[in-house]
């Protein structure tokens, strides 16, 4: 296959390499991520400022392009602009931690697999359970598998596959489950300091602290040992949701149903 | 109702100052928003860098807080640290073109919207169909009629509502309609250019080219001057795909189902 390779950590982190040289062997691997970290810039995209390309080479093996961008400028400037032919797979990752549960929306490597599905070519989402990672051996013999499984497969309109591995070797997994986005919840602060010259400031704490107990979320399988594999889209509408909120708004509706102008307030 | 509001345009921005005026007539307002522009950042959150609060007034009547971060911080950092009593209600806008479609992904305003349900908040996003918005007569007699609507109403788990108002005199408004996200198509290229050091370039251009002809969706709903609300939420998960994908993984999961260790590849 043909695959374009992006990430959220940048173009200098270890997942990509790890992603290219899994990768590379048996395909035609493409690279175009961003020159530096965009963790947790969900599905940001940049048209305010311009973008640049410039050409990575690292350990004289892997060959890539760094855009000064989010992970989904990377592929959405790759294909409608810089790589030809197109890509039959995009591959996003190997993202520093877990892509389950409530951080999907938050991540950088699943809006790249997002902007892929938007643009209509099948696309991955790849994270490893632990920041930083330490032992790849499971994606390394794995992710070949899985893609062999996904080889020549029609992915449904819109969809994308996001797939969370344990961190554990590769011979403690314990196998595959098909799971739906769990949740994760939170202890989440902000630690509030004083800089030198006496303005306030904020960080960001966050730690996991409870996972998902339902046995058919993502969260709950990668607990388990087993490697996580989601389809997501982007269509964010809540469909149960749709006949209450008609209850709510019953008389506005109505009113148009009957053909007559909605007076309103 | 005691309601935060924010932004995705920034502070400064128009929009938010027309909602500041809408709501507090009735309403007991509290502005947490981004310094500076922040559209299409997605659902980006901080944490390499520290965040900073500074007090904005602007012509002697809107008060509020500034935050050097996108709108989700905006939200996550009112009502983890700044806001006592916490909000009854979260309004992200007004923005500055619809979000309607695939767009939806992409908005700043909506994920200020979902970062409150994620909170346990109910939060509505506002967007206008136009911009720059010149006249917002539409939101201004309107929304408040909304508002009394959702009032004291229960909003189902981590669902927050994405509200499009055509651009249009609020005379000219039809009704409510209750639409599903549906689909833009889009003209998108990047435009290539070359600076004054020879180096190129790249602006992302894009423009609408075709609305979704569906009459149940957010994008047909505005185009036919109806105020569009859609129930929204941050599952991913595309549930009809999950029996799909259990099939292409078949023998992995089955495998394990027969309680054996999984070879793998």
Redesign the interface.
């Known amino acids: 296959m043909r695959i374009l390779i992006t990430n959220d950590d940048g173009i200098y982190a270890k997942g990509i390499e790890v992603l290219y040289q899994i990768l590379s062997k048996e395909h035609d691997v493409y690279v175009v991520a961003p020159e530096t970290?965009q963790?947790?810039?969900?599905?940001?995209?940049?048209?305010?400022d311009?973008?640049?390309?410039k050409e990575v080479k690292r350990n004289g093996v892997f060959f890539g392009y760094a855009v000064n961008g989010t992970p989904?400028?990377c592929v959405?400037?790759a294909i409608?602009?810089l790589m030809k032919p197109l890509p039959d797979l995009v591959v996003s990752g190997i993202n520093h931690g877990a892509n389950v549960g409530?951080n999907?929306?938050?991540s950088g490597t699943?809006?790249a697999a997002?902007e892929a599905a938007?643009l209509g070519f099948p696309s991955i989402a790849v994270s490893i359970d632990a920041y930083p990672a330490r032992d790849y051996s499971a994606p390394i013999?794995?992710l070949?598998?899985?893609l062999k499984?996904?080889e020549g497969?029609t992915f449904?309109k819109?969809?994308s596959?996001?797939i969370n591995f344990p961190h554990c070797p590769?011979e403690e997994?314990?196998?595959?489950?098909?799971a739906?986005?769990g949740h994760l919840k939170y202890a989440?602060?902000?630690d509030?300091?004083v800089d030198p010259r006496n303005?306030?400031?904020?960080?960001?704490c966050?730690q996991t602290a409870e996972y998902d107990p339902d046995e058919d979320t993502d969260s709950y399988s990668i607990q388990q040992r087993?490697i996580a594999?989601?389809?997501?889209?982007?269509?964010?509408?809540?469909?149960?949701?749709?006949d209450?909120?008609?209850g709510?708004?019953y008389e506005?509706?109505a009113?148009?149903c009957k053909g007559k102008?909605?007076a309103?307030?």
Chains 1, 2 share one sequence.
């Open positions: 970290e963790s947790a810039v969900g599905h940001a995209i940049t048209f305010l311009p973008l640049r390309v989904a400028d959405k400037l409608r602009e409530e999907v929306i938050y699943v809006s997002t938007m013999r794995f070949p598998r899985i499984l996904i497969r449904p819109g969809v596959l996001n590769a997994i314990r196998g595959i489950k098909v739906r986005q989440e602060t902000y509030r300091r303005r306030v400031y904020y960080w960001l966050s087993y594999i989601t389809p997501i889209h982007y269509d964010l509408t809540h469909y149960p949701s749709l209450l909120l008609k709510w708004f506005e509706v009113l148009e102008q909605w309103g307030a």
